[in-house]
Each structure stands twice: as C-alpha cells, then as structure tokens.
C-alpha cells in the first residue's frame, strides 16, 4: 500500500492542478484516483445510488490514515467531482451498515491540494475544508496551494511540491 491516497477531481487530468499533485507524489509514494474517472452519482436521499462507484471507492480511502484532496479553486469553491464525492460522505454517516465504517474517517489526516490564480487560497475555499474535516473529526495536515495563473510552470512550483510531500512523509500515517 502506499503512504497516502489522493482523491483528485479536476475538469482535466493532466491540467494544472493534476500536474502539481504528480510533482507532489514524484516524492511520496501516492495512491491517486482520479474521481472523473469513477461513476459516483451525487446524494439521493434515497440511497438508490449504493451499486456505484462510491462505496468500493470510500472502502479504499478508509484502509489509508493519510488522505489527499485535490482541487482546483472554481468560483470559490472545490471541482463538481469533488463535491459530489464529500457529499455522498453522508452516506457513510447515515446508513446504518455504514456508519461505524464512517467513523474510522475519525482521527485520519487530511491535505489539501489546489491550484487557483492567486498567491493565497481563498478563504471560502480553505474554509470549508477545514469546517468539513473538523466535523468528520479529522485531523488537519496542511495545504499545498499554487497561484497558477501563468499555468503550472515547473521550476516555480516544485519547491512547493517538495516541501509538501516532505510534510506528508513526516506525519504520522
Ligand atoms: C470554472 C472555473 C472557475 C474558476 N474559479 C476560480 C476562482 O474562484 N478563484 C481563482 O483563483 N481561480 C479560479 N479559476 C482558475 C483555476 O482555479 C486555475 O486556473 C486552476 O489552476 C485550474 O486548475 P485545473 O487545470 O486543474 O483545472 C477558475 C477556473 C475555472 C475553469
């Protein structure tokens, strides 16, 4: 198994923030699993999504103590993908087979990865992150955030890429 398991939801793969999370897992060995490629449906009260792709996948995250998610900034706020994801979250708090699974999220450590066009991560953004890990009682790792609006430029991201990947070896997995 890998040292960590990264959730990554970007309208396309190999765009900014998916190269920054690469770089990122270049120097920390990374399980990524790219949720454009998964069929989650988004929350149905009704459970009546339970054959797609989101419990196999919640089954996965839930063996790793160290959890990634990766985003880029869209009006404020995570990708489409990455909402739907931390929505259907709910189904592990909600459905009775699935609750005491949901609790082992309790005490995990969670990054964030994100890309925007700014130097700082959007308060809106980072905000709701900390507000959601908080109440799954997750611990906080850190963000690695790039102001990529000349694009994911190489030579001025790895740096932050490095560090990064340096912070998620020395915590405790
Ligand atoms: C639909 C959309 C909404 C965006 N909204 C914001 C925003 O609110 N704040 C910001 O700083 N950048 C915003 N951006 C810019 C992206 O965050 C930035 O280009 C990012 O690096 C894109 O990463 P990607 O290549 O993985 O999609 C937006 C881009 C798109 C396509």
């Given at each position: 198994m890998a040292d960590a398991i990264a959730l990554f939801a970007s309208s396309?793969?190999?765009?900014n923030t998916g190269q920054f999370l690469d770089r990122i897992a270049a120097e920390v060995d990374i399980e990524i699993?790219?949720?454009?490629?998964k069929q989650i449906s988004q929350y149905d009260y009704e459970h009546r999504?339970?054959?797609?792709?989101?419990e196999p996948l919640m089954h996965r995250v839930l063996m790793y103590d160290r959890i990634v998610l990766a985003s880029p900034v869209y009006w404020y706020a995570v990708s489409p993908p990455m909402k739907v994801f931390l929505d259907r979250i709910s189904d592990f708090l909600d459905l009775p087979d699935l609750v005491d699974h949901g609790r082992r999220l309790r005490g995990k450590t969670a990054y964030v990865v994100a890309t925007s066009i700014y130097d700082e991560v959007p308060k809106p953004f980072i905000g709701a992150w900390l507000e959601t890990f908080d109440y799954l009682g997750m611990r906080f790792g850190g963000v690695a955030h790039v102001n990529c609006?000349?694009?994911?430029?190489p030579s001025k991201h790895e740096i932050s890429a490095s560090e990064f990947a340096a912070q998620i070896r020395s915590q405790p997995g």
């Open positions: 396309r793969r190999n765009g699993v790219d949720l454009g490629s999504n339970r054959g797609d792709d989101f609006r000349d694009g994911y430029v």
